[in-house]
């Protein structure tokens, strides 16, 4: 029964790090790897996944289940503590990064997040801008997705103040 009850511990030990080396990977790869991933990077990322779970998954239907519920219950912790702590969710997440303000691109931001100009151009056509003249705040969110407000936007919705 001791047996049983450490070889548990250690399953679910080794999902713990499982799931914790995968949250360290992502936040070193940058979000790029969450929004704006390329064909390469999806390789990358399913490559290191797998690795990672050969390491920390053993054999057996048992320790499968212990391993799955662990790691999800993992991250739905993650996420929680996240959703209440500031800090946490920007350690785990990162935080939103200005891209383009007032027309100029900060090619420092660019190179710091691991993007091209090409990766930001397409980001914006995606939203519908051909150019960032035009933009007064683009930003790379903590999803790795670019948003961008337009320099004319109106104040309030409809353009009115009713």
């Given amino acids: 029964m001791v047996e049983d009850v450490s070889h548990a511990v250690a399953q679910i030990s ?4 499982y799931y914790a080396g995968l949250v360290v990977l992502m936040r070193v790869s940058g979000k790029r790897l969450a929004g704006q991933t390329t064909t390469f990077d999806l390789i990358v990322l399913i490559c290191l996944g797998v690795v990672l ?6 054999k057996g239907t048992l320790n ?4 799955i519920v662990t790691v999800f219950s993992a991250h739905r912790g993650l996420a929680a503590w996240c959703a209440r702590s500031r800090w946490v969710r920007r350690l785990a997440r990162g935080s939103p990064r200005p ?5 100029q ?9 691991a993007l091209s100009p090409d990766d930001l151009m397409a980001g914006l056509r995606k939203l519908g ?3 960032p003249d035009i933009i007064h705040l683009a930003v790379l969110e ?13 104040e309030f ?3 009115s103040q009713c």
Avoid: K
């Fill in 99 to 103: 891209l383009v303000r007032d027309g």
């Fill in 53 to 58: 779970q050969d390491i920390a998954l053993r």
């Fill in 129 to 131: 801008y051909a150019t």
């Fill in 142 to 154: 903590e999803t790795g997705q670019i948003s961008a407000i337009p320099m004319n936007r109106p």
């Fill in 14 to 17: 080794l999902a713990l790090a």
């Fill in 157 to 159: 919705p409809g353009g």
């Fill in 64 to 67: 499968g289940w212990l391993f």
């Fill in 105 to 113: 691109i900060d090619f420092g931001a660019l190179q710091d997040e």
